[in-house]
């Protein structure tokens, strides 16, 4: 792949209250059309390290850093109406639960074309075809009836393929997916993350996929940045997780329960230990 | 001997005039001190299942013997069953007082039993799950998701329990507190004699935890499993 670290670059990345609790504590990371997974527990600043690139902050909260470009775009200093001209067009964001991320008040149709409506001028009649193709490339069934119905007929995976619709719907070039699967049944996960890979793959884009759960998007991505308490602490390729030697990268790596270990503790975080690591 | 068993057991969920069955012809046994898992997707009735053990919801048919002793459908718990059966709910937000310290919220059932040295067996409690004394006198707010659902299991523990029953204890918790809670209750099931009842949607941790358990789909027992 070509031009690695042309979507996002930042540098010295800071988010804190306003009366100076940070809690994102100056972190580099560079990111091009690949896709990379952003694992820790949660209050670890993952989330909003992800809406900080969607400037999606709550103004309570100052952001600084040295260095922050999204797709060349000085964005640290964007206004509001700047940032409307690039989210859901060419960065666009899918959220953890469809659940109370869907306007319940609209049906699916009008939600999805809303992208269009404000970003590109195109007839109703395109803009419909334009929602249909888009359902049917996330793989929920007969697009036509789907358009009219409304968030609550749905169950939590068509939900989230609707967001995924609506997400990419623009072709953005980066896609962020926050937690996309942790409100979802089990078996649904995988359908959900395999469908997300394909359509990332597809389109070229580059994907941030925010996780608590390193083994199961391991799978999904090429490279994993680990976050503990508002800084990066450990940056790797996916394929070398299981070697990580990071204690806390291991512990995430290993804590998955299943059934060779029965009988057995399950590894669990030393705190303190990693307390002095920091 | 036999901690629970179910025989031809329907669950109907009962609104104003109307019923819907979700759970059919449910047989299962559950021995004294096993971990019993109840899996399958959303919407397959394990929860209704459990909510039924639970003396939530009297709208059941069949015949369920608890402790050697049979239910009476259409009636709620009484007296010591109350205190013997006790739950564990999903979300640790959803399910503490938010407006009441975790001292009056444990305090309460224990109370009503008239138990002596209350803050002796809650300070107890907060030591077994691994929390602090200084976090009794908290709100739930402030503390972490794992912290509270640790607060949730001592509060079923408070009561000294016989069965406790398990509805998803970790899906709203982060994986690593996860393994926090699922090795809590391994030691809580050696070392108190408990028979545990787990839903759980995630095949994972059933087999990590449990000696039996059945899958259910669409209302009905799909397969059963026996681990050891």
Request: glycine share 8%; aromatic share 4%; hydrophobic share 40%.
């Amino acid at each position: 792949m070509t031009n690695k670290s042309s979507l996002v670059d930042v540098r010295g990345l800071q988010i804190g209250l306003a009366d100076g609790t940070e809690l994102v504590k100056g972190i580099d990371f560079s990111m091009g059309r690949e896709r990379v997974a952003l694992v820790g527990e949660s209050g670890s600043g993952k989330s909003l390290t992800a809406r900080s690139l969607m400037g999606l902050l709550p103004d309570s909260l100052y952001v600084e850093a040295d260095h922050f470009q999204l797709l060349d775009h000085p964005v640290l200093t964007y206004g509001q109406r700047q940032w409307n001209t690039l989210r859901g067009h060419q960065v666009s964001m899918v959220l953890q639960d469809p659940k109370y991320a869907l306007n319940p008040t609209q049906n699916i149709g009008r939600q999805v074309a809303e992208p269009l409506v404000l970003h590109q001028s195109m007839s109703s009649k395109a803009r419909v075809e334009k929602v249909e193709y888009m359902l049917d490339a996330v793989g929920l069934p007969n697009p036509a009836k789907l358009r009219k119905m409304y968030p609550h007929q749905l169950s939590g995976g068509m939900g989230q393929r609707v967001m995924l619709a609506m997400a990419l719907i623009n072709d953005p070039q980066l896609l962020i997916a926050d937690e996309p699967t942790s409100a979802l049944d089990h078996a649904v996960r995988d359908q959900v993350l395999a469908l997300i890979h394909s359509l990332v793959e597809e389109r070229n884009m580059g994907l941030l996929l925010i996780s608590h759960d390193l083994q199961q998007v391991a799978d999904y991505c090429e490279r994993v940045m680990v976050m503990y308490q508002g800084k990066l602490i450990d940056h790797l390729a996916a394929e070398a997780l299981p070697n990580a030697t990071h204690p806390y990268t291991q512990t995430l790596w290993s804590c998955r329960p299943n059934i060779a270990k029965r009988g057995q503790p399950l590894p669990t975080l030393d705190r303190e230990h990693l307390e002095t690591l920091n | 001997m036999n901690q629970l068993e179910l025989k031809k057991v329907s669950v109907s969920h009962v609104q104003g005039l109307q019923s819907n069955t979700v759970v059919h012809d449910i047989d299962l046994t559950v021995e004294a001190g096993e971990c019993f898992g109840l899996v399958g997707p959303s919407g397959c009735g394990k929860s209704s299942l459990l909510w039924v053990l639970a003396g939530l919801n009297p709208h059941w048919e069949g015949e369920i013997t608890l402790f050697g002793q049979p239910l009476e459908s259409g009636k709620i718990f009484t007296g010591d069953r109350r205190r013997r059966v006790q739950m564990v709910f999903q979300d640790p937000y959803a399910s503490l007082h938010p407006k009441h310290r975790l001292r009056r919220t444990l305090a309460e059932p224990l109370k009503l039993l008239g138990l002596s040295d209350i803050n002796d067996r809650i300070s107890e409690g907060f030591k077994q799950v691994g929390l602090t004394e200084n976090m009794i006198d908290r709100y739930p707010h402030q503390l972490s998701g794992g912290q509270r659902q640790r607060v949730a299991i001592i509060r079923a523990l408070l009561l000294e329990p016989k069965l406790l029953l398990l509805d998803e204890p970790t899906s709203a918790l982060d994986m690593s507190v996860q393994a926090e809670i699922l090795n809590l209750l391994n030691e809580l099931k050696a070392n108190h004699d408990l028979t545990m009842i787990m839903v759980s949607h995630d095949p994972d941790v059933i087999d990590y935890m449990c000696d039996h358990a059945v899958t259910m789909k669409a209302g009905r027992i799909d397969q059963e499993k026996r681990y050891v």
